[in-house]
């Protein structure tokens, strides 16, 4: 089995930043694309940011310039630097992997539980 799990959420005020993590464990023999997403209440799922084992990177628009992902290959672990929070930013945040698992040919797409950020001053 694979496992996701994210850390780092918190209230934080506006303004302010916070630093989540996600890391994969498990049978794991490579990971493609990580990426973050996030759901508000009432709201859909979106993309917030994706990046690949290459470090090719692509952000939602209403975060670009403010949050910054990146990752640990070695750790399996991705990140999502996030400065200057705005309200509506408040949602909470899951992170997937596109991961080959052991002894498989083929990757599949594997979520943790989530992160709650909730931005209010």
């Known amino acids: 089995q694979v496992q996701l799990v994210e850390s780092g959420g918190g209230l934080v005020q506006p303004g302010g930043s916070l630093r989540l993590s996600c890391a994969a464990s498990?049978?794991?023999?490579?990971?493609?694309?990580m990426a973050w997403y996030r759901q508000a209440p009432g709201k859909e799922r979106d993309l917030v940011a994706a990046?690949?084992?290459?470090?090719?990177?692509n952000y939602a628009d209403s975060v670009k310039g403010r949050f910054t992902i990146s990752r640990d290959n070695a750790r399996n672990t991705v990140y999502l630097q996030m400065n200057s929070l705005k309200v509506e930013d408040t949602a909470v945040y899951s992170c997937k992997a596109d991961v080959m698992k052991t002894g498989t040919p083929y990757y599949l797409a594997w979520w943790g539980k989530g992160t709650l950020v909730t931005v209010s001053s």
């Open positions: 990046i690949t084992s290459g470090g090719v990177t």
């Open positions: 498990g049978t794991i023999r490579s990971i493609n694309t």
